[in-house]
């Protein structure tokens, strides 16, 4: 069965409006793509909305989506798995931080980074400060295939 992947604020996915992926000012995320959470994760988008009082993720305004069998996706459980990964140089840092190079992974033939906070024991927090949940940031619009 298909991982299936849920984002917030539009209600079907328009390749018209997909911004490439970047790597952005806050050095452990990337700007652009798109970005969205497992239908089934444990501490997913939804959840850090409603434990932060970011705002309601409401099912109305959202889709839901699987990815192209050939899809490659990074995913990443545990600090370790950052090792190896190509970073960049970034002038606002913390030491604690890893900045990945996400044009680099791309470049590398990846078209996702999934962030498995949760199942992880949690320890991705600090050197991928930002993420914050359970999810996903496509870099590559060709592998989405939304669900009907």
Same mark, same amino acid.
């Given at each position: 069965m298909k991982k299936k992947y849920i984002h917030y604020g539009f209600t079907? $996915?328009?390749? /018209? %409006? $997909?911004? *490439?992926?970047? /790597?952005? *000012?806050? #050095?452990?995320?990337? %700007? !652009? !793509? %798109?970005? +969205?959470? #497992?239908?089934? +994760?444990?501490? !997913?988008?939804? +959840?850090?909305?409603?434990?932060? +009082? $970011?705002g309601d993720c409401d099912s109305g305004n959202s889709f839901t989506f699987s990815l192209s069998e050939n899809a490659r996706v990074l995913t990443l459980r545990h600090k370790d798995d950052l090792n190896d990964l190509p970073k960049v140089n970034a002038i606002f840092s913390h030491p604690l931080w890893v900045c990945l190079d996400y044009e680099g992974l791309q470049e590398s033939g990846w078209d996702a980074v999934e962030v498995d906070m949760s199942g992880g024991g949690n320890d991705l927090y600090f050197p991928l400060y930002g993420w914050d949940c359970d999810s996903i940031v496509i870099f590559n619009p060709d592998v989405i295939v939304p669900e009907a």
């Open positions: 079907e $996915f328009d390749k /018209n %409006l $997909f911004q *490439p992926i970047s /790597n952005g *000012p806050i #050095p452990t995320k990337p %700007l !652009g !793509g %798109l970005w +969205a959470s #497992p239908v089934d +994760a444990q501490y !997913g988008w939804s +959840a850090w909305c409603k434990n932060e +009082a $970011f």
